[in-house]
């Protein structure tokens, strides 16, 4: 049944699609002046940067990377599955435990790296500053995501050829933020391996 | 009788209207609240012009004319002149101009004037608690570590309305790529809708940069660390930077949908096509375009490079040559025309002229070595009121009386409606024409007490405001009466050719009675004979 203002489903999939992409667009810049604020930073004073990545958990962030690239891969074939009409519950399930393994993951880092916080001085905390508001908006994007793809797994039923936008624009939300992480990976856990 | 239920009348309880998912309707719970806030702010700048009559600080003190000023501007600038065309008229008109039923969006539509709501109550909030003293510029590090005013509130406040901008603008976007109605391609569509599609697509990549670096001074005020504060390792530039990097394209949020209505006003009362139609279509993207590429020049005396100044000074001279364009264009549509000084058109009129001169003053600013001598005097506070308030104020207003009929269902008195105008263009040019050479002369803005030699100039533009403030209690009197007492309106009063002229006033409640179809480009006006 096709809502007001539009004609057809058709048209209100196309509509939601391309207003998805046009939020991404404003996403990518809400999250623009922490990009550029980090790039001030670390050419203003890039010893400091290196020596505070050093206790970033290089083997926790890349394991996250993994998860996290895993749950696009799921999320897409949830997409496909919704498209084709198949059963899409599983595909969805297994999203949002791989993004709670990586918020639980972010957590412990979170917990680990207090300690090292609380030694930093100078620039190191411009880094730190940085490094947890930009993780932390990330992980607060995740969870927002983790939230739509529970909200998709209990309307399942609804998504089939026929209708299922609603699948595909959540598709599209969920490889941003991970597409996010992707940036964020390098610029956080890898300065030391970079500049040595 | 026949009763054909329209807009207004599907319902009259409070809940109908807080409920709403008509486009028509938000647009009015719009321009109440907008219209709410313009009041305030402007009580704001009664009080500013109050204590600049004299040239002692002898009204309020130094603290409380800070309070006042940064009032005035955020008040303005969020939460009437953002949302001012866009979020009223663009919601109101530019489903019914396309041919659609609604926003493509209708839910998201009331949800984003909620949103504003939200973050008026915030900034009303922080008002109450003792207001804010940074100036709307919010710079740091003043805003995050000296000032003791309530920051965080305001900067709440204002970081809430931008998502009510931006989902306005997302929603405009994709109701003009999906909605329109048969035959009607982008080449078709009235500049009205071209202006709005341009703001909207502003709205939607520089909000999320202010936001963002709100954020980030409310985090360094909250923290004590961060990256603006140079005492901390930052660099106050880069908040400039950011800041700009938003704040100089809002000015076209502000000015793109004024040129928008200007260009429906004018080729109506001149009956006459209007002038160079792709030119005027393309200079709004121009100028979209451009806006971001100029910001540097609000920092030509911070400290950024010689380079950079030289690089800002050059493009911002560009954004002259669509802003010419447009203005050449209205005029040429006047050429041989048969003018009508309807109330519509004397806005339209005064707009042209006040925002020719804005614009020229804004290229004295563009240049490096006079803006050294011009930049924090009243000479600049004189230009972005030309724009802002000659400009796009003057614009509302005119879009107001022109689609009144429409939106009203009935006609306001229009020989009040032309009184108004000229009181607004006469009061308009003497509060802010004193003001160019008080800075010319060496005025620094921003201060409550100022040499006695001055005082002749700021005098005037304190009657001129006394002025103002008639001209813009006039229109909420009259066009208040209008709505119980004035004659009802016909569809189209104007013998105007857009599609929102074709359906009933006021529409009904999902725009028209059957689909239309576009045949013909805009503006098809027959000369009168």
Same mark, same amino acid.
Not at chain 2, 1 to 12: E, I, P, Q, R
Not at chain 2, 283 to 296: C, R
Not at chain 2, 346 to 368: D, K
């Given at each position: 049944?096709?809502?007001?203002?539009?004609?057809?489903?058709?048209?209100?999939?196309?509509?939601?699609?391309?207003?998805?992409?046009?939020?991404?667009?404003?996403?990518?810049?809400?999250?623009?002046?922490?990009?550029?604020?980090?790039?001030?930073?670390?050419?203003?004073?890039?010893?400091?940067? *290196?020596?505070?990545?050093?206790?970033?958990? @290089?083997?926790?962030? &890349?394991?996250?990377?993994?998860?996290?690239?895993?749950?696009?891969?799921?999320?897409?074939?949830?997409?496909?599955?919704?498209?084709?009409?198949?059963? +899409?519950?599983?595909?969805?399930?297994?999203?949002?435990?791989?993004?709670?393994?990586?918020?639980?993951?972010?957590?412990?880092?979170?917990?680990?790296?207090?300690?090292?916080?609380?030694?930093?001085?100078?620039?190191?905390?411009?880094?730190?500053?940085?490094?947890?508001?930009?993780?932390?908006?990330?992980?607060?994007?995740?969870?927002?995501?983790?939230?739509?793809?529970?909200?998709?797994?209990?309307?399942?039923?609804?998504?089939?050829?026929?209708?299922? $936008?609603?699948?595909?624009?959540?598709?599209?939300?969920?490889?941003? @933020?991970?597409?996010?992480?992707?940036?964020?990976?390098?610029?956080?856990?890898?300065?030391?391996?970079?500049?040595? | 009788?026949?009763?054909?239920? !329209?807009?207004?009348?599907?319902?009259?309880?409070?809940?109908?209207?807080?409920?709403?998912?008509?486009?028509?309707?938000? $647009?009015?719970?719009?321009?109440?609240?907008?219209?709410?806030?313009?009041?305030?702010?402007?009580?704001?700048?009664?009080?500013?012009?109050?204590?600049?009559?004299?040239?002692?600080?002898?009204?309020?003190?130094?603290?409380?004319? !800070?309070?006042?000023?940064?009032?005035?501007?955020?008040?303005?600038?969020?939460?009437?002149?953002?949302?001012?065309?866009?979020?009223?008229?663009?919601?109101?008109?530019?489903?019914?101009?396309?041919?659609?039923?609604?926003?493509?969006?209708?839910?998201?539509?009331?949800?984003?004037?909620?949103?504003?709501?939200?973050?008026?109550?915030?900034?009303?909030?922080?008002?109450?608690?003792?207001?804010?003293?940074?100036?709307?510029?919010?710079?740091?590090? =003043?805003?995050?570590?000296?000032?003791?005013?309530?920051?965080? /509130?305001?900067?709440?406040?204002?970081? +809430?309305?931008?998502?009510?901008?931006?989902?306005?603008?997302?929603?405009?976007?994709? &109701?003009?790529? #999906?909605?329109?109605?048969?035959?009607?391609?982008?080449?078709?569509?009235?500049?009205?809708?071209? $202006? !709005?599609?341009?703001?909207?697509?502003?709205?939607?990549?520089?909000?999320? *940069?202010?936001?963002?670096?709100? *954020?980030?001074?409310?985090?360094?005020?909250?923290?004590?660390?961060?990256?603006?504060?140079?005492?901390?390792?930052?660099?106050?530039?880069?908040?400039?930077?950011?800041?700009?990097?938003?704040?100089?394209?809002?000015?076209?949020?502000?000015?793109?949908?004024?040129?928008?209505?200007?260009?429906?006003?004018?080729?109506?009362?001149?009956?006459?096509?209007?002038?160079? =139609?792709?030119?005027?279509?393309?200079?709004?993207?121009?100028?979209?375009? %451009?806006?971001?590429?100029?910001?540097?020049?609000?920092?030509?005396?911070?400290?950024?490079?010689?380079?950079?100044?030289?690089?800002?000074?050059?493009?911002?001279?560009?954004?002259?040559?669509?802003?010419?364009? #447009?203005?050449?264009?209205?005029?040429?549509?006047?050429?041989?025309?048969?003018?009508?000084?309807?109330?519509?058109?004397?806005?339209?009129?005064?707009?042209?002229?006040?925002?020719?001169?804005?614009?020229?003053?804004?290229?004295?600013?563009?240049?490096?070595? /006079?803006?050294?001598?011009?930049?924090?005097?009243?000479?600049?506070?004189?230009?972005?009121?030309?724009?802002?308030?000659?400009?796009?104020?003057?614009? =509302?207003?005119? $879009?107001?009386?022109?689609?009144?009929?429409?939106?009203?269902?009935?006609?306001?008195?229009?020989?009040?409606?032309?009184?108004?105008?000229?009181?607004?263009?006469?009061?308009? !040019?003497?509060?802010?024409?004193?003001?160019?050479?008080?800075?010319?002369?060496?005025?620094?803005?921003?201060?409550?007490?100022?040499?006695?030699?001055?005082? %002749?100039?700021?005098?005037?533009?304190?009657?001129?405001?006394?002025?103002?403030?008639?001209?813009?209690?006039?229109?909420?009197?009259?066009?208040?009466?209008?709505?119980?007492?004035?004659?009802?309106?016909?569809?189209?009063?104007?013998?105007?050719?857009?599609?929102?002229?074709?359906?009933?006033?006021?529409?009904?409640?999902?725009?028209?009675?059957?689909?239309?179809? *576009? &045949?013909?480009?805009?503006?098809? =006006?027959?000369?009168?004979?």
């Amino acid at each position: 049944m096709p809502t007001i203002p539009f004609d057809s489903r058709l048209e209100r999939r196309e509509a939601a699609l391309l207003a998805m992409w046009a939020f991404l667009v404003t996403e990518a810049l809400f999250f623009g002046p922490l990009f550029f604020g980090y790039v001030h930073g670390r050419i203003a004073n890039p010893a400091a940067f *290196v020596s505070a990545s050093h206790p970033m958990h @290089v083997v926790l962030g &890349t394991l996250n990377t993994a998860l996290l690239m895993t749950s696009s891969l799921t999320m897409a074939l949830a997409v496909r599955g919704a498209q084709q009409g198949k059963a +899409i519950r599983l595909w969805l399930a297994l999203t949002a435990l791989l993004g709670l393994a990586f918020l639980g993951i972010k957590a412990s880092e979170y917990w680990m790296e207090s300690s090292e916080v609380a030694k930093a001085s100078g620039a190191e905390l411009t880094f730190y500053f940085l490094y947890f508001a930009m993780t932390g908006l990330h992980a607060l994007h995740l969870t927002i995501g983790i939230g739509v793809v529970a909200w998709l797994w209990r309307h399942a039923a609804r998504f089939g050829r026929e209708y299922h $936008a609603p699948v595909e624009v959540s598709g599209l939300y969920w490889h941003f @933020v991970d597409v996010v992480w992707v940036f964020l990976y390098p610029m956080f856990y890898l300065l030391e391996r970079y500049n040595a | 009788m026949v009763t054909v239920t !329209n807009y207004l009348s599907d319902g009259f309880t409070l809940r109908s209207w807080l409920t709403t998912h008509d486009h028509k309707r938000i $647009a009015v719970l719009y321009m109440v609240a907008i219209t709410a806030f313009f009041f305030l702010g402007g009580a704001a700048a009664t009080m500013i012009r109050l204590e600049l009559a004299t040239p002692q600080g002898d009204l309020v003190s130094a603290d409380t004319y !800070n309070k006042l000023f940064t009032v005035h501007g955020v008040v303005m600038v969020w939460f009437f002149l953002i949302p001012s065309i866009p979020a009223v008229l663009g919601n109101f008109l530019v489903p019914l101009m396309i041919g659609a039923k609604d926003m493509a969006f209708p839910r998201l539509n009331l949800a984003s004037w909620y949103v504003y709501v939200l973050g008026g109550l915030f900034t009303v909030a922080a008002l109450v608690a003792g207001g804010v003293d940074t100036g709307w510029t919010f710079y740091t590090p =003043y805003s995050t570590r000296f000032t003791d005013s309530n920051v965080i /509130l305001v900067i709440l406040g204002v970081f +809430i309305v931008g998502f009510s901008s931006i989902l306005t603008g997302l929603n405009i976007i994709v &109701t003009v790529h #999906k909605l329109r109605a048969p035959g009607l391609g982008w080449f078709r569509l009235p500049l009205f809708i071209w $202006a !709005n599609y341009a703001t909207s697509l502003i709205l939607l990549l520089a909000t999320p *940069v202010l936001a963002m670096t709100l *954020v980030l001074v409310a985090l360094e005020r909250f923290t004590g660390i961060g990256i603006f504060d140079p005492a901390l390792g930052g660099d106050p530039l880069l908040f400039q930077h950011l800041f700009w990097f938003y704040s100089h394209p809002a000015v076209y949020i502000m000015i793109l949908p004024a040129m928008g209505v200007a260009s429906e006003i004018i080729p109506c009362f001149a009956r006459r096509t209007v002038f160079g =139609y792709r030119f005027m279509a393309y200079a709004i993207l121009g100028i979209a375009t %451009l806006g971001f590429l100029v910001w540097g020049h609000h920092m030509f005396v911070s400290g950024q490079s010689m380079y950079a100044g030289m690089v800002f000074s050059m493009l911002s001279f560009l954004v002259a040559i669509p802003s010419a364009i #447009k203005v050449f264009n209205w005029t040429a549509t006047l050429y041989k025309g048969s003018i009508f000084f309807s109330a519509p058109m004397l806005y339209a009129l005064g707009f042209v002229g006040l925002f020719t001169i804005g614009g020229l003053t804004g290229l004295f600013l563009a240049s490096l070595a /006079l803006d050294v001598h011009l930049t924090d005097t009243y000479f600049v506070v004189a230009h972005f009121h030309y724009i802002m308030v000659g400009g796009s104020v003057m614009m =509302y207003l005119g $879009a107001l009386h022109f689609w009144w009929p429409k939106i009203s269902g009935r006609m306001y008195p229009e020989m009040l409606g032309r009184i108004a105008a000229l009181t607004l263009f006469l009061g308009f !040019n003497l509060t802010f024409f004193p003001q160019y050479l008080l800075g010319w002369l060496g005025m620094p803005r921003r201060y409550h007490e100022y040499p006695p030699e001055f005082q %002749l100039l700021n005098l005037f533009s304190s009657a001129g405001a006394a002025v103002l403030a008639v001209g813009y209690l006039l229109p909420l009197g009259y066009l208040g009466w209008s709505l119980f007492f004035g004659k009802r309106a016909p569809a189209n009063p104007w013998g105007a050719t857009g599609l929102e002229w074709q359906t009933p006033s006021p529409p009904p409640k999902h725009n028209f009675e059957e689909q239309p179809v *576009v &045949t013909r480009g805009p503006y098809a =006006y027959d000369p009168v004979r």
